[in-house]
């Protein structure tokens, strides 16, 4: 098992925080019976209910509610020169596949191309999600939107078990995006699939001095309520690492109670005001491993304490994993399992 307080370092105090603001008693929290408790309830039909069961039984954490997903869509979201240069080997999707089925993943999302590739090989190994919708980046100037790439019905023929989308909430294009991907969630649910909803905020308007509002708690929170009320069963966010887009902006709709009672600055109490707005996670909240960078192994494992202890149902995380050797890639991925193993680190 791997140390998790050796690797936090100076940060070991997230292990030891409790909540004071929305109590963890108020939470659908995960664990082995959470289809039964939770959407054993909801209008999800039995082959719903099935593939996300696939996806809950498999891997390093099978059995414990919680998931381990590894993502692949930067090869379009960033370039594939970009995302694989520093590790050209994936560049093939078997590669890709290799890794989560070697590291104990819970599945695999990534793109039509690379899925079809090798779908026939791999379909039966490891649970696969289908990234149906990128933001293609040949377009000069950039522009903040997601195009659709592929349907729910090329998912199920493949034999995905879910499927995920984008949408970039507060964008120019956001609600077309929402009409888009409303559609694609609806097919997806009679075919049978789950659905991830990636709710990132983007707009340059939610910039101010140094401060990044689009990964303030109060605006990705409620880009994760728009997620859920959207039909998404999984929503995954960035963790939150600051407060206060409403009033800093000057836009939108906020009280009091939502800066003090809901929510403080600590990082926990941040990602807990996402999952409360996940339908006080009744629809797990995944939050994202972030970036490659120099430490990504305390960063990753850092993510995944922040995110179990706040109530959420795991951790996705791709570059940290594959931008490295497939041996120290699997190694990440363990550590941030691990975190998931652990009883002793509990939801504060």
Not at 117 to 134: F, G, Q, S
Not at 242 to 247: A, E, I, S
Not at 327 to 341: C, F, K, M, P, R
Request: hydrophobic share 40%; net charge neutral.
């Amino acid at each position: 098992m791997t140390n998790i307080a050796a690797i936090l370092g100076q940060d070991e105090h997230l292990l030891s925080h409790t909540c004071r603001t929305v109590t963890k008693d108020q939470l659908q929290l995960p664990g082995p019976d959470f289809i039964d408790r939770v959407f054993a309830n909801s209008n999800r039909s039995p082959a719903v209910l099935r593939n996300l069961s696939t996806l809950l039984q498999h891997g390093r954490l099978a059995g414990s509610g919680y998931v381990s997903i590894l993502p692949v869509d930067q090869g379009v979201e960033h370039s594939a020169g970009a995302s694989f240069g520093p590790n050209a080997s994936y560049f093939d999707p078997a590669r890709i596949m290799q890794l989560a089925v070697e590291a104990g993943c819970s599945g695999v999302a990534t793109t039509y191309g690379a899925l079809a590739i090798v779908a026939r090989a791999y379909a039966h190994k490891i649970p696969l999600i289908l990234k149906c919708n990128h933001n293609e980046t040949l377009s000069c100037p950039p522009l903040a939107d997601q195009t659709l790439f592929a349907q729910a019905q090329q998912a199920f023929d493949m034999g995905c078990v879910g499927v995920g989308a984008t949408v970039y909430w507060g964008s120019h294009a956001s609600r077309q995006q929402l009409q888009q991907i409303s559609g694609l969630f609806a097919q997806a649910h009679q075919l049978g699939l789950f659905t991830i909803l990636w709710c990132y905020v983007r707009n340059t308007e939610f910039k101010k001095g140094n401060t990044d509002y689009q990964c303030a708690a109060d605006l990705t929170g409620q880009a994760n309520h728009l997620g859920a009320t959207l039909g998404a069963d999984i929503v995954k966010q960035k963790l939150p690492t600051c407060n206060g887009g409403y009033r800093n902006i000057g836009f939108g709709h906020s009280c009091d109670a939502m800066y003090s009672k809901l929510c403080s600055d600590h990082p926990i109490d941040l990602a807990r005001y996402q999952v409360v707005n996940s339908y006080m996670g009744r629809c797990g909240l995944i939050n994202s491993g972030g970036p490659s960078g120099k430490d990504d192994l305390r960063q990753a494992v850092m993510a995944a304490v922040i995110n179990k202890r706040a109530g959420g149902m795991g951790l996705i995380c791709g570059r940290k994993a594959f931008q490295k050797p497939l041996t120290e890639g699997i190694e990440l991925l363990h550590a941030v399992q691990d975190v998931y193993s652990d009883a002793t680190i509990t939801v504060a």
